[in-house]
């Protein structure tokens, strides 16, 4: 019985400690939304999850090379917009364009690279509460 409690336990501590992380994630990701004047291009904080998904072009997020810049290419925050009922499904958006990567301030790099793992961070929690409700929904 002790083993059953203690699995309980430890998952009650990660969901505790996934809760925290996320309301941090959500205050720096806020903090980052002003700085990087992402604020320009989309009109409220909230209405940045509906974009489908947000790239960044010019520096790597794959997990071996986080943070390596692609030398010649631009450093840009593109958001993806989604309409099923338009000719052409998605469009690219640019919420913040910072110029030639090699030339851009190493600081200002890890804080577009933090926004957009910010703001994949948040997003997959998003996804998870939509499915867990269809999955309601389903039964």
């Known amino acids: 019985m ?5 699995r309980l336990k430890n998952l009650t501590s990660k969901i505790s400690s996934y809760e925290l992380t996320r309301k941090q994630n959500m205050a720096q990701l806020r903090v980052l939304f002003e700085e990087l004047h992402i ?5 409220n904080f909230e209405a940045l999850f509906n974009f489908k998904a947000i790239n960044l072009s010019g ?3 794959q997990q ?3 943070g390596e810049i692609k030398e010649g290419k631009y450093l840009q925050i593109l958001a993806i917009s989604y309409d099923k009922n338009a000719a052409k499904k998605s469009t690219n958006i640019s919420l913040g364009y910072f110029g030639r990567v090699e030339r ?3 600081q200002l790099r890890q804080k577009v690279i ?17 499915y867990n409700e269809m999955l309601e929904n389903l039964e």
């Open 114 to 130: 933090a926004f957009v793992l910010r703001y994949r961070f948040e997003k997959s929690f998003l996804t998870l509460e939509h």
């Open 39 to 43: 604020n320009d291009k989309v009109e």
């Open 104 to 106: 851009v301030e190493p």
């Open 64 to 66: 071996e090379t986080l």
């Open 59 to 61: 520096v790597s997020l």
């Open 2 to 6: 002790s083993s059953a409690l203690d």
